[in-house]
């Protein structure tokens, strides 16, 4: 069955970085846009990227917009969100999201979707 598996969450200090991956398994990643969101406590659900199929194209959320960057490795399945500048309001679990649809992806209502990573930045 279809598996998206997010790692990389952690602990980092206000100004740091880390780097996510979502492994994906049992579907044709290829032809899948990819995606990533985010949920902190007592807050609803943001949209943080999204990369096209081919990786030729990408969108980011206002509040991420310079210090993300959203990549993916099509040979190796996998999705990447690099995030530079870190600060507490960052905290949350990171979610990717997957669908053939980029509109569905970016609206939120991808069909896959991995359990989540969790990320803390301290002040």
């Known amino acids: 069955q279809v598996q998206l598996i997010e790692s990389g969450g952690g602990l980092v200090q206000t100004g740091g970085s880390l780097r996510l991956s979502c492994a994906t398994s049992?579907?044709?990643?290829?032809?899948?846009?990819m995606g990533w969101f985010r949920q902190a406590p007592g807050k609803e659900r943001e949209f943080v990227a999204a990369i096209s199929s081919g990786g030729r194209s990408t969108y980011y959320g206002d509040s991420v917009e310079g210090r993300f960057t959203i990549s993916r490795d099509n040979a190796k399945n996998t999705v990447y969100l690099q995030m530079n500048s870190l600060n507490p309001e960052d905290t949350a679990v990171y979610y990717c999201?997957?669908?053939?649809?980029?509109?569905?992806?970016?609206?939120?209502?991808?069909?896959?979707w991995g359990e989540g990573t969790l990320v803390t930045v301290s002040s």
């Open positions: 999201a997957a669908d053939t649809l980029q509109d569905r992806v970016r609206r939120g209502s991808a069909r896959y």
């Open positions: 049992g579907l044709t990643f290829r032809l899948y846009d």
